[in-house]
C-alpha cells in the first residue's frame, strides 16, 4: 500500500554514507553534539517561560513541574537514542517514522516538526528582544515600543525579534561546522551564567516565598493545585526539545551510531539538573507572583533584583547590581544558541521531506560551496522572523510544547513497531525495558497534551490539517517512491483523516468558546469553524466519488 509505503533502513544508510559534493557535509563529534543539545535546552524554556508558568500555574512547584516534564523527556530521549543510533540521516522523527510506519505518518510528523522548530525559534527570538530592550534601557537607550512588540501586544512589530532570527539564519548558511564551533563557545558561557545564578542566588533563598509550595487552586482548571502543575510541565516542556533537535543532524555527524545517543541523552541528563537547581532558586529568591505581567518573560531580571537587602522603605537593594547586566547579556547570547540550533532543526527536517519529494525539490539544494541547504534556511529566514515579528510569546511557547509532545509520542510508538518488525537491525544503542519506557513515555507526553489550553490544540489541528492538504494535493504525487496510481482505500483514508481532523476542530472550537465566555473574542473559533465545516464538505465529496480517477 503505497500510502503507508517504507524507506528501508540499507537505502537511508546509504543516504547517510554519501559523501557527495551535493550532500550535507560531517562535521560534529560526540562532544559539539552534547553542545549543540545544550545551546537548543538552556534558553527561553529556562530563562523566560519558566517565569510566567510559575506565575500562572504552579507557583514554587514550578520544580515539581519540571520533573514531570524531565521523566516524559527521559522516556522519548531513550526512544531517540535508539533512532538515532540506527538510522542517522537528517531530518529526525520524520526519518525514524519513514523507516517504521510508512509515508503518510512520515509526513505527519515531518509537517509537525516543522511547526515545532518555527514557533520554538520565534517564542526564543520574542524573548531576546525582550532582555535587549531591558539592557538597552539600563544604560539609557529607549526603543519605541511600537518597534519592539507585537500588535497582540501593543506594538506595531517586534524588529528586534526578527533580527536576531535573519542574523542567526546567515550565520547557519555559512556552514554547520562553524555554526557548532559558534555554539560551543556560547553555550560554555551560559553554563556558567546559570551556575553563577544558582549559586549567588542560593544565599538569598526565604524559605517564606515556598509557602505554600504547591498554590491552592483558583477553582480555574490550570490555574494552582495538581492541573496547574501539570499545565506548568506541559509549558516547560518546551524547554526540553534541545535532544530533538540534535537527532536533526545525524547526517552531519562522525560515527553517529555510536556519537548521537551519547549527545542526546548527555545533554538531557545535564540540562535537567541544572533546570531544577534553577527553578528552585527563582522562585525562592522571590515570590512566584512577582514574575507576572510585564517581566513574566524575563524572570531571571526580577529574581536578581530581589538578590539583596530590603532598605527602609521596604525596596529591595540588589547587592550584585553588575550581575543583572552581565547576565543580560549571557543570556543574548544564549538565546542566539538556541535560535541557532532550532533553526538548524528545522531546515533538515525540509531538507529530507524535500529530498523524498514530499515538498518542492528546491528546499533540498545544497550550497555548492558551504554543503547547506540554503534555500530552506532562506525560507525559514523569511517566516520565522515574520512570525516571531507579529505573534505574542504565549501563543508560541504552547504552540511549541504540543508540537514536541506529538512528536515525541510518535517517535515512541515507532520503537514499539520496529522492536516487532525489525528485530534484528544492527542498532548502535538498545532502549531499555522495551515495552515499558515507550509506553511510558506515550502515556506522560499524552497527559500533558491533554493539560494544554483549548486554543492551542485549534491551533495545532488547524495546522496539521493545512498539511493534510499539501500531501493530498502534492506531496503523496509526487514522492520519488509513490509512482503508481492510488486505490480507492487510500483516497478514502486521507478522506476520512481530513473530516474526522475538520470534525474535531469544529467541536474543540466551540469547546473553547464556551469556556471561555460567549462574550469574548470569537476570530479563532470563527475561524477554526469556516476551516473544519469547508473541509468536511470538499472531503466528504471525494469520499463519495467512485473512480479514483476523477479524484486524482
Known amino acids: 500500500m503505497s500510502l503507508f509505503i517504507k524507506k528501508s533502513i540499507s537505502t537511508l544508510v546509504n543516504e547517510a554514507d554519501d559523501r557527495g559534493q551535493h550532500t550535507l557535509k560531517k562535521t560534529l563529534g560526540p562532544w559539539k553534539l552534547i553542545t549543540l543539545g545544550i545551546g537548543a535546552i538552556i534558553g527561553a524554556g529556562l530563562f ?10 504552579a507557583g514554587s512547584a514550578i520544580t515539581i513541574s519540571f520533573i514531570i516534564a524531565a521523566v516524559g523527556c527521559c522516556f522519548a530521549g531513550l526512544c531517540y537514542a535508539e533512532f ?7 531530518g529526525s522523527a520524520y526519518t525514524y517514522s519513514y523507516a517504521t510506519m510508512g509515508q503518510f505518518i512520515a509526513w505527519v510528523i515531518g509537517w509537525d516538526l516543522v511547526l515545532e522548530y518555527a514557533v520554538a525559534s520565534a517564542t526564543v527570538s520574542i524573548s531576546w528582544s525582550r532582555y535587549f530592550v531591558k539592557l538597552l534601557e539600563d544604560i539609557g537607550i529607549f526603543l519605541p515600543p511600537e518597534l519592539t512588540s507585537c500588535p497582540w501586544d501593543g506594538g506595531i512589530v517586534n524588529l528586534p525579534a526578527a533580527f536576531i532570527v535573519i542574523i ?9 561546522g562553524r555554526s557548532s564551533t559558534i555554539n560551543t563557545i556560547i553555550v560554555i558561557l551560559k553554563v556558567i551564567i546559570v551556575l553563577v545564578f544558582i549559586i549567588v542566588g542560593w544565599k538569598y533563598i526565604n524559605s517564606e516565598n515556598y509557602t505554600p509550595y504547591i498554590p491552592e487552586n483558583t477553582g480555574t482548571f490550570g490555574e494552582y493545585g495538581f492541573s496547574g502543575i501539570i499545565r506548568a510541565a506541559a509549558i516547560v516542556f518546551f524547554a526540553f526539545i534541545g535532544f530533538d533537535a540534535v537527532s536533526t543532524a545525524a547526517q552531519e555527524t562522525k560515527n553517529p551510531k555510536k556519537n548521537m545517543p551519547i549527545g542526546i541523552l548527555g545533554s538531557l541528563l545535564i540540562c535537567t539538573i541544572l533546570y531544577i537547581l534553577f527553578a528552585h532558586v527563582m522562585t525562592g529568591v522571590a515570590p512566584y507572583l512577582s514574575f507576572k505581567g510585564q517581566d513574566g518573560i524575563a524572570p531571571v531580571s526580577v529574581a536578581i533584583d530581589h538578590m539583596g537587602s530590603v532598605d527602609a522603605n521596604g525596596v529591595f537593594q540588589p547587592a550584585y547590581p553588575w550581575l543583572n547586566k552581565a547576565i543580560s547579556i549571557a543570556i543574548l547570547a544564549g538565546y542566539s544558541s538556541v535560535i541557532l540550533v532550532m533553526l538548524l532543526g528545522q531546515s533538515r527536517v525540509f531538507y529530507s521531506m524535500s529530498k523524498d519529494k514530499l515538498l518542492p525539490s528546491v528546499f533540498s539544494k545544497v550550497h555548492p560551496k558551504y554543503r547547506t541547504p540554503v534555500n530552506s ?21 504552547e504552540m511549541t510544547s504540543i508540537g514536541t509532545l506529538l512528536a515525541f509520542i510518535i517517535v515512541c510508538t515507532g520503537i514499539l513497531v520496529m522492536r516487532k518488525t525489525m528485530p534484528d537491525a544492527p542498532r548502535g544503542f538498545r532502549t531499555p525495558l522495551v515495552p515499558l519506557i515507550p509506553i511510558l513515555g506515550i502515556i506522560t507526553c499524552l497527559f500533558m497534551m491533554v493539560f494544554l489550553p483549548f486554543d492551542t490544540w485549534i491551533r495545532l489541528i488547524v495546522w496539521m490539517i493545512i498539511g493534510l492538504d499539501i500531501y493530498t494535493w502534492y506531496g503523496r504525487k509526487n514522492a520519488n517512491r509513490n509512482k503508481e496510481i492510488f486505490s480507492n482505500r487510500e483516497n478514502n483514508i486521507l478522506n476520512l483523516s481530513s473530516i474526522a481532523l475538520s470534525a474535531v476542530l469544529i467541536i474543540i472550537s466551540v469547546w473553547h468558546q464556551y469556556a471561555i465566555g460567549l462574550d469574548q473574542d470569537k476570530t479563532l473559533t470563527g475561524f477554526a ?24
Open 529 to 552: 469553524i469556516v476551516l473544519g465545516t469547508i473541509h468536511i464538505f470538499i472531503f466528504g465529496y471525494r469520499l463519495i466519488l467512485k473512480e479514483s480517477k476523477k479524484i486524482q
Open 84 to 90: 538515532a543510533s540506527m538510522i542517522p540521516v537528517a
Open 168 to 176: 542567526m539564519s546567515f550565520i547557519l548558511i555559512r556552514g554547520t
Open 48 to 57: 523566560s517561560v519558566t517565569g510566567n508558568a510559575a506565575a500562572d500555574h
Open 377 to 397: 534556511n532562506l525560507l525559514f529566514l523569511v517566516l520565522v522572523s515574520a512570525f516571531a515579528a507579529f505573534v505574542p510569546a504565549r501563543v508560541a511557547g
